[in-house]
């Protein structure tokens, strides 16, 4: 069961009152709501680098496009975008305490000068911040998907 627009905040956090409408007397025959994003990629294409944005590069932080390829980065974000799918579905509270206790605290590990990005130095327009760039992954990367 796909959750109504109007039961979402910007970040994707479900509004307990607009879902309690819904499922009240429903508990047991209602199924799950499904996931906002289908995997870590749409995810961070959609939602966390549109609001990440950081200088890239000298001082800045570091990132790759092709993130999938760094395991660390990859386990983390994957991780990163499950948590957060739990997290809006607890609603707003919980979703703010996501981004408070995983998603910035792990975002900046990510790409910090001695992150898993270290090496790569391509800086991409240091003087306004934008989202990091991103590659698809291999159709592959996913099988979860069915893609």
Known sequence: MKLPDDAADDFGAVDD???EEVTTGQEDAAPKPEFQFADAEQWLHGLALPHY??????????WAPNWYDYPEADTLIQLLWEVWEQSRLAGAKATLDYFRDHFYPL???LTSEDGPFHAYDKTMHPELPEPFPVYYAPRQHFPQTGS
């Not at 944005?53 to 570091?62: E, M, P, S, T, V």
Request: charged share 25%.
């Open 17 to 19: 009152q607009a879902t």
């Open 53 to 62: 944005l950081r200088k890239l590069g000298g001082d800045g932080h570091r």
């Open 107 to 109: 975002m900046n590990v």
